[in-house]
């Protein structure tokens, strides 16, 4: 199981962070990624990190301002939204892999959560 929070309406400049809570058998052995989706658009990928966090991967459209993290005591994982702007507005979803290696191909990714919206403004 996977439960996000974090979301909300910020001002565009501004820093958001989400966080994604695992439950389940062997959550700390699976690569997690964050994924969005605009309103009547497919969901796209966002950012991914292996189940040890040393390697992770981003979009071009938030490298350099999102940081995906986790830690593996507290079965979470985390993604810094800095310098957001309007097109980040969207609803984001947490995903995990039944297996340790990143993908930034939605369908390689076998559990979801609910999503949480966020909000930028001009």
């Known amino acids: 199981q996977l439960v996000e929070s974090g979301g909300g309406s910020v001002q565009a400049g501004k820093s958001l962070t989400l966080s994604c809570k695992a439950s389940?058998?062997?959550?700390?052995?699976?690569?997690m990624g964050w994924f969005r989706q605009y309103v009547g658009k497919e969901r796209e990928f966002v950012a991914t990190i292996m189940s040890t966090g040393s390697v992770t991967e981003y979009s071009e459209a938030v490298k350099g301002r999102f940081t995906i993290s986790r830690d593996n005591n507290k079965n979470t994982v985390t993604l810094q939204m800095n310098d957001l702007k309007p097109e980040d507005t969207a609803v984001y979803y947490c995903?995990?892999?039944?297996?340790?290696?990143?993908?930034?191909?939605?369908?390689?990714?076998?559990?979801w959560g609910q999503g949480t919206q966020v909000t930028v403004s001009s």
């Open positions: 389940g058998r062997a959550p700390n052995n699976r690569a």
């Open positions: 995903a995990a892999r039944v297996t340790s290696v990143f993908s930034k191909v939605k369908a390689d990714y076998e559990y």
